[in-house]
């Protein structure tokens, strides 16, 4: 792969003062139709061997472009607040919105190579990361991005003259680090590592671009021309068409409904609930406070039927935490910001820290659910999101997120006693809107799509836990008895 990055490019002077005018002012209206149509974000990700020019290219591209619709970020070493939150999450927050441009140099594949060459990870290790980033690429590019990967090269030869260069003024010294020259002596190993990743990485939807990089006006031309062409592919393309989403298939993807499987006549007794409910509390306490804890975080996702007692759940949980270490995330329709990033975007920003507790009041399984149903998503788009929510759950948990999801059940007839109940009661009525009503028209379509959402995504990592919710007590008890054994088998 890097053989043809090796022949010697170059570009004389005069040709290159020539070419630069002509290019500047193609990329320039390029990104004002990206900006204009503001359907697609463009990501670009500088990628390449020390001394090869990333940061030169990411300047260059912010002068001959309009930088106010530029967000480059330097992804150096994390720094405390990314350490505590899984890897991606600092890639996550830093995507550009539909319109802009986003420019990553020190990318997602920073780390792994690294981490590779200096035998931190094995070669298996290496192949799952890989695996990973194609999938988030994937739904990248499934999300509308246009992704450019360019990877620059130097030889091993070319990469010591360029460090000695810069070495030899005091006006770039500082760009040569001890860690740049211990990279150089492990180039064979880099170049080895670097070729496999490519490899296995280079897809038709994100393909890598090797650009030499010896020569930088050789460089410079082809980036920008490579970033112009990759533009100009993608604005030919005719604006997506917005359709809703076919009905819901007439059965679950399989035959079993394991909501109707559940014994909704579940009761506690109230002295049996008021004793052992503030023992729980207590048990969920010391857990959070254990020494232990603070290498884990947890994600607490509640889900169910309307007026299915999720608040409720969630004030008994929250009751036994410390204020200061959790926060309870209610989740609406997306707005605007929200709209213009991919789906799970939103969802990331809300990922706790080590050490703290986030509480999803409603979660991303709104697209599987609400979106599915009522058609705001295309099939293609929430038969996808079943596997993007996998590997955005296992990400959490291979990071030390405990992740517990609840199903919260009623029967139709308990639903409409407490929506009876709540217009009755004036400090409720709040909770009952036109919407509650209507959904109830389409019960069963809900009731096939949780199926679904179970039978896809409760995984050992994050398995589901349906719980049968008629009766309050019941529901509350169950909810912290399985949050206590899921961070008690964590820590």
Not at 343 to 359: C, D, H, K, Q
Request: proline fraction near 5%; charge should be positive.
């Amino acid at each position: 792969m890097f053989e043809s990055a090796e022949l010697g490019h170059s570009v004389a002077k005069r040709e290159y003062t020539k070419q630069v005018p002509a290019l500047r002012s193609a990329l320039l209206d390029a990104q004002m139709h990206v900006l204009e149509r503001a359907d697609f974000p463009v990501l670009l990700l500088s990628g390449g061997v020390d001394g090869g020019g990333k940061g030169d290219v990411v300047n260059l591209l912010n002068e001959w472009m309009d930088p106010r619709h530029i967000q480059a970020h330097a992804m150096g070493k994390p720094s405390d607040e990314e350490l505590a939150r899984p890897p991606m999450w600092r890639f996550w927050r830093h995507l550009p919105p539909k319109g802009k441009t986003g420019i990553f140099f020190g990318s997602w594949y920073t780390a792994p190579i690294v981490d590779r060459v200096y035998a931190r990870i094995g070669g298996a290790e290496l192949t799952r990361t890989l695996a990973e980033i194609m999938r988030f690429e994937r739904m990248l590019v499934d999300e509308g991005a246009l992704v450019v990967k360019i990877w620059l090269h130097l030889s091993k030869k070319a990469q010591r003259k360029r460090f000695e260069k810069l070495e030899s003024s005091p006006a770039t010294a500082w760009r040569v680090t001890k860690q740049d020259w211990s990279n150089q002596r492990h180039y064979d190993r880099f170049r080895e590592v670097s070729e496999r990743a490519l490899r296995e990485t280079s897809t038709a939807e994100a393909p890598w671009i090797v650009v030499e990089a010896t020569d930088e006006r050789y460089r410079n031309l082809t980036v920008g021309r490579t970033l112009l062409d990759a533009m100009s592919r993608r604005l030919e393309r005719k604006r997506p068409v917005v359709v809703r989403a076919a009905p819901p298939p007439p059965a679950p993807i399989d035959s079993r409904n394991v909501i109707e499987e559940l014994d909704l006549s579940l009761t506690l007794a109230q002295a049996r609930y008021d004793k052992k409910l503030p023992k729980l509390q207590g048990r969920l306490n010391a857990l959070v406070r254990d020494k232990s804890f603070r290498d884990h975080a947890i994600v607490v996702v509640f889900e169910g039927n309307d007026a299915a007692g999720k608040g409720g759940a969630i004030r008994r949980v929250t009751r036994s935490l410390d204020a200061r270490h959790y926060e309870v995330c209610p989740v609406a329709a997306p707005t605007e910001e929200e709209r213009a990033q991919p789906y799970l975007w939103r969802f990331w920003r809300r990922i706790p820290r080590l050490g703290r507790v986030a509480i999803f009041d409603r979660s991303w399984y709104g697209r599987v659910l609400v979106e599915r149903v009522e058609g705001f998503a295309s099939e293609p788009d929430w038969m996808r999101a079943y596997r993007e929510i996998v590997d955005f759950e296992h990400a959490l948990v291979r990071s030390g997120i405990v992740v517990v999801k609840f199903w919260l059940a009623i029967s139709k007839e308990e639903q409409i006693a407490r929506f009876r109940a709540r217009e009755k009661t004036p400090f409720k009525r709040f909770k009952i809107t036109e919407e509650d009503w209507r959904n109830r028209s389409k019960w069963d379509a809900y009731e096939r799509a949780v199926c679904d959402m179970v039978d896809r995504t409760s995984t050992d990592l994050s398995p589901w836990n349906l719980v049968e919710a008629n009766d309050k007590k019941w529901a509350r008890v169950k909810i912290l008895e399985t949050l206590c054994d899921a961070v008690a088998a964590a820590i």
